[in-house]
Nanobody
């Protein structure tokens, strides 16, 4: 089995920064893409940022220039550095990864709350 464990969420004032981390553990053979999604109350879950195993990245337009996704392949960990946070960034953030154990499967973390006060 595989677990994705997130950390780093919390309460921050508008304009502030947070860094989210997500570590994969368990019977991990290989990790392909990793990403961060978010879901605010009453809204659909949306992709925030994604990074391939080779390091290529893509971002939703609303976070470009403010958020940076990165990964440490040796630690099976993905990060999301969030700067210049806005109240509209508040949501539950979920880690996602496409991981090979005996087969390839899509895995989700449990979510971490990000709250931004104005």
């Amino acid at each position: 089995q595989v677990q994705l464990v997130e950390s780093g969420g919390g309460l921050v004032q508008a304009g502030g920064s947070l860094r989210l981390s997500c570590a994969a553990s368990g019977n991990v053979v290989r990790i392909d893409s990793m990403g961060w999604y978010r879901q605010a109350p009453g809204r659909q879950r949306e992709l925030v940022a994604r990074i391939t195993s080779g390091g290529s990245t893509n971002y939703v337009d609303s976070v470009k220039g403010r958020f940076t996704i990165s990964r440490d392949n040796a630690k099976n960990t993905v990060y999301l550095q969030m700067n210049s946070l806005k109240p509209e960034d508040a949501a539950v953030y979920y880690c996602n990864a496409y991981i090979r154990t005996t087969n390839w499967n899509n895995y989700w973390g449990q979510g971490t709350q990000v709250t931004v006060s104005s």
